[in-house]
């Protein structure tokens, strides 16, 4: 992995994008480290879209020295920020596994309508994980028994290739427990940055302990009556969903009456500002608003794959997202959403007593 430091003591002048161009097409870095830049805030981040970098982090300046950015290739490295200041950026950077991109670049570069490429990558994406990964628990207890078995023969007889296996044998358990983690990490959704690595143990109980908690076994009827079946615990929840986001009335007549002093109301700008185009800054900005790795919908994928993936995916999603603006229609598959149950009392027995979300 290439990886490029570079003092460039000003990144408003004039040959300073296409030399940030020139470098990227003979040395191909992952990352890219460009100190001084005299340029912070709004202006920085204006100048870092328009260079072959789809990820960035910038220091604001000390006056008019300083400025420190950071950009990177998210199809390349993972990188997680851990903190910032004027002069320093600390992230953690780990390697991205390479066959993973080609999965997402093959089902976005037959088609470029959201609802097909995200079908065809669901399908791919399940086969490479099941062919590249397998079952990472499995995986661990066989790594784990070779590895006693070697240490073991190394003790009785030592030798060379026994060494050099221990250490091939030692890499791949670091790997899978790494895969393991983040696992865990991500099925416990809590922020693994601030509660320290490899922490597993925390993680797989956090995950069991929230399943457990939100697990309903049983509900209490309309007439009182439990119910414990899941087929009719989730037709009951069904019926109940619908009849509250169902009305009887077929429309609604419109009624405007005179306007109060202190009533809000828009001026005439912000009244048409509504008429214009959404842009692909107000989409890639709502997108990044939303937390990396919180609950997915039906189709598996997190906004944290489309943020890292944005250079190959983000135009099949604005565009789908400008269509919805133009047709005011949201398309079937957009629409489709998973109800997920949150008590609001301690062991609760109706369904009035649990949020729907």
Same mark, same amino acid.
């Given at each position: 992995?290439?990886?490029?430091?570079?003092?460039?003591?000003?990144?408003?002048?004039?040959? #300073?994008? !296409?030399? &940030? @161009?020139?470098?990227?097409?003979?040395? +191909?870095?992952?990352?890219?480290? %460009?100190?001084?830049?005299?340029?912070?805030?709004?202006?920085?981040?204006?100048?870092?879209?328009?260079?072959?970098?789809?990820?960035?982090?910038?220091?604001?300046?000390?006056?008019?020295?300083?400025?420190?950015?950071?950009?990177?290739?998210?199809?390349?490295?993972?990188?997680?920020?851990?903190?910032?200041?004027?002069?320093?950026?600390?992230?953690?950077?780990?390697?991205?596994?390479?066959? #993973?991109? !080609?999965? &997402? @670049?093959?089902?976005?570069?037959?088609? +470029?309508?959201?609802?097909?490429? %995200?079908?065809?990558?669901?399908?791919?994406?399940?086969?490479?994980?099941?062919?590249?990964?397998?079952?990472?628990?499995?995986?661990?207890?066989?790594?784990?028994?070779?590895?006693?078995?070697?240490?073991?023969?190394?003790?009785?007889?030592?030798?060379?290739?026994?060494?050099?296996?221990?250490?091939?044998?030692?890499?791949?358990?670091?790997?899978?427990?790494?895969q393991e983690q983040e696992l865990w990490a991500l099925?416990? @959704?809590?922020?693994?940055?601030?509660?320290?690595?490899?922490?597993?143990?925390?993680?797989?109980?956090?995950?069991?302990?929230?399943?457990?908690?939100?697990?309903?076994?049983?509900?209490?009827?309309?007439?009182g009556e439990w119910i414990h079946e899941e087929a009719?615990?989730?037709?009951?929840?069904?019926?109940?969903?619908?009849?509250?986001?169902?009305?009887?009335?077929?429309?609604?007549?419109?009624?405007?009456?005179?306007?109060?002093?202190?009533?809000?109301?828009?001026?005439?700008?912000?009244?048409?500002?509504?008429?214009?185009?959404?842009?692909?800054?107000?989409?890639?900005?709502?997108?990044?608003?939303?937390?990396?790795?919180?609950?997915?919908?039906?189709?598996?994928?997190?906004?944290?794959?489309?943020?890292?993936?944005?250079?190959?995916?983000?135009?099949?999603?604005?565009?789908?997202?400008?269509?919805?603006?133009?047709?005011?229609?949201?398309?079937?598959?957009?629409?489709?959403?998973?109800?997920?149950?949150?008590?609001?009392?301690?062991?609760?027995?109706?369904?009035?007593?649990?949020?729907?979300?």
């Open positions: 992995m290439n990886i490029i430091a570079w003092n460039c003591r000003g990144a408003l002048k004039p040959e #300073f994008q !296409n030399h &940030v @161009r020139e470098l990227v097409q003979h040395h +191909n870095p992952a990352m890219l480290i %460009v100190m001084e830049t005299r340029v912070g805030g709004d202006r920085a981040k204006e100048i870092t879209d328009r260079l072959p970098f789809d990820e960035a982090i910038h220091t604001e300046t000390i006056g008019y020295a300083g400025g420190l950015w950071l950009l990177w290739k998210s199809d390349r490295v993972i990188v997680k920020p851990l903190a910032t200041t004027e002069q320093e950026i600390h992230v953690s950077v780990k390697l991205n596994d390479l066959s #993973f991109p !080609n999965i &997402v @670049r093959d089902a976005w570069g037959q088609s +470029n309508r959201l609802n097909t490429t %995200v079908e065809k990558f669901t399908r791919d994406a399940t086969t490479w994980n099941r062919d590249h990964f397998g079952n990472i628990f499995a995986k661990k207890r066989r790594v784990m028994a070779r590895l006693d078995g070697v240490q073991k023969a190394l003790g009785e007889r030592p030798s060379d290739s026994l060494v050099e296996l221990e250490k091939a044998l030692q890499r791949e358990l670091d790997e899978v427990l790494n099925k416990s @959704r809590v922020n693994w940055m601030i509660l320290g690595d490899r922490n597993t143990s925390f993680f797989h109980v956090s995950t069991i302990v929230r399943r457990r908690r939100n697990r309903i076994s049983c509900l209490k009827n309309s007439v009719q615990i989730m037709s009951f929840i069904r019926e109940g969903f619908a009849k509250l986001y169902t009305t009887s009335h077929l429309e609604a007549k419109l009624h405007l009456g005179p306007t109060s002093p202190w009533q809000a109301t828009l001026s005439d700008m912000e009244r048409d500002s509504l008429y214009e185009p959404v842009t692909v800054e107000e989409i890639k900005s709502a997108l990044w608003s939303i937390k990396a790795f919180k609950a997915p919908g039906p189709d598996g994928l997190h906004a944290g794959f489309f943020q890292r993936f944005w250079m190959i995916v983000g135009g099949s999603v604005v565009e789908e997202i400008k269509k919805c603006f133009e047709t005011k229609k949201i398309p079937e598959f957009l629409n489709k959403t998973n109800v997920a149950l949150i008590p609001k009392i301690h062991s609760p027995d109706l369904r009035n007593t649990h949020i729907g979300l």
